[in-house]
């Protein structure tokens, strides 16, 4: 007999409410030797993946390294859209082994993590690994990530993803959200993070709308 299909969304899908985010040490002297991605994409991206956030209420950990004494403030494109939000500052490079972090996790209480910043082969692998190992499912925004080389990103996502983890991009992280453009609640805070920080896919909806008045579904 044939499997029938229906028309429900698949169960590794992520949603705004079956996740936790955690944002990992977008900071200065990260950045500085970050090499597998280019800063201005970098930030770009990361601004897209926190804006989705905030847009759809998604709750989310922000966390530093040594704010004061090495690593410097977090990127305030990251940081603008939770106005007012404590940042969690560590010593250790795994962000999964910080108390703090780890009792907001618990409070938060989704068994879905979230994870993107630098660099992948430390402080992104580090929690990955630890959540996954503590039964929680992973996912990891490929490109809002960033390492010393690509060699170093791309064995980070390697061993990550042979481990468990899913790999995404932040395009997809806003749109898998979305997912349904009859969805009007939020739909302009959708395209409109895209407008802002999308690309060529923001400027695409820019033209559309601007020409032909084009909408959506």
Same mark, same amino acid.
């Given at each position: 007999m044939a499997i029938q299909a229906s028309p429900k969304p698949g169960k590794q899908l992520i949603t705004p409410a079956d996740h936790a985010l955690i944002l990992i040490d977008f900071q200065s002297q990260?950045?500085?030797?970050?090499?597998?991605?280019?800063?201005?994409? =970098?930030?770009?991206?990361?601004a897209l993946v926190a804006h989705a956030a905030a847009s759809f209420k998604v709750p989310t950990i922000l966390t530093t390294?040594?704010?004061?004494?090495?690593? @410097?403030?977090?990127?305030? /494109?990251?940081? !603008?859209?939770?106005? @007012?939000?404590?940042?969690?500052?560590?010593?250790?490079?795994?962000?999964?082994?910080?108390? *703090?972090v780890i009792k907001?996790?618990? /409070?938060? @209480?989704?068994?879905? +993590? &979230?994870?993107?910043? =630098?660099?992948?082969? &430390?402080?992104?692998?580090?929690?990955a690994l630890s959540a996954l190992d503590q039964g929680f499912e992973v996912y990891v925004i490929a490109d809002a990530c960033g390492d010393v080389s *690509?060699?170093?990103?791309?064995?980070? #996502? /390697?061993? #990550? +993803?042979?481990?468990?983890?899913?790999? #995404?991009?932040?395009?997809?992280?806003?749109?898998?959200?979305?997912?349904?453009?009859?969805?009007? /609640?939020?739909? !302009?805070?959708?395209? @409109?993070?895209?407008k802002r920080f999308g690309g060529s896919y923001g400027l695409g909806i820019v033209y559309a709308k601007a020409m032909f008045g084009a909408h959506e579904g």
């Open positions: 990260m950045s500085f030797a970050t090499h597998s991605i280019d800063a201005i994409t =970098l930030r770009n991206n990361a390294v040594a704010e004061k004494s090495f690593s @410097g403030p977090m990127f305030s /494109e990251v940081t !603008d859209p939770f106005p @007012g939000q404590a940042l969690l500052d560590r010593t250790s490079m795994n962000t999964w082994e910080d108390a *703090a907001r996790v618990n /409070e938060i @209480g989704k068994d879905r +993590i &979230v994870l993107a910043g =630098l660099w992948t082969s &430390v402080c992104i692998v580090g929690p *690509a060699e170093a990103h791309n064995c980070a #996502m /390697e061993r #990550m +993803i042979q481990a468990g983890v899913r790999p #995404m991009t932040s395009v997809q992280y806003l749109l898998e959200m979305q997912r349904d453009w009859a969805r009007t /609640e939020s739909y !302009d805070s959708t395209t @409109g993070v895209a």
